[in-house]
């Protein structure tokens, strides 16, 4: 069952209006709502006294924020030389028919983000799917499937 995010006011309720707290309730919103839209920018940006160009250069430098809707589940599809070697590749080909989305992408009902990363670390186990932070590894394309469904269902 999904929980009923919090108002953004009670987030920026959290912090003095004090502008060192910019990143604390950026992170904070994108925890809550799986991104930042640009209604919650404005209000952190009133709230805080910063221009809402530094908000924005911030949210767009760090790789953990996005301005876009997110999925509720995050999958991601190493792509590293040693992931490519054992067919990661047509895992993100499957999962892309799968899904009906490409890399980058989330899909309609928002259940789900797919993205490739360049490696994990984990190449002993390659070829490796991060499926919400759980590394996956010696993935096979059924498995993949299978992992999906039971996460999103």
């Not at 995010?5 to 009670?10: A, F, R, S, V």
């Not at 919103?29 to 160009?53: K, R, W």
């Not at 993100?92 to 989330?106: F, M, V």
């Amino acid at each position: 069952m999904k929980k009923n995010p919090l108002d953004i006011d009670e987030i920026l309720d959290r912090y003095p209006s004090d502008s060192q707290y910019l990143i604390a309730m950026l992170q904070d919103i994108q925890a809550e709502y799986n991104y930042i839209s640009p209604e919650a920018m404005v209000l952190v940006c009133d709230y805080l006294g910063v221009p809402l160009t530094q908000a924005w250069s911030v949210a767009t430098f760090y790789q953990s924020f996005s301005l876009e809707p997110r999925g509720e589940h995050e999958i991601k599809v190493c792509q590293g030389t040693a992931c490519h070697l054992k067919g990661s590749g047509r895992l993100l080909e499957n999962i892309e028919r799968d899904l009906g989305i490409k890399p980058g992408q989330t899909t309609e009902d928002l259940s789900c983000t797919l993205e490739t990363v360049n490696c994990l670390g984990a190449c002993f186990l390659a070829p490796v799917v991060v499926l919400d932070e759980e590394y996956e590894g010696k993935m096979t394309s059924r498995k993949l499937t299978r992992a999906v469904k039971r996460i999103i269902e």
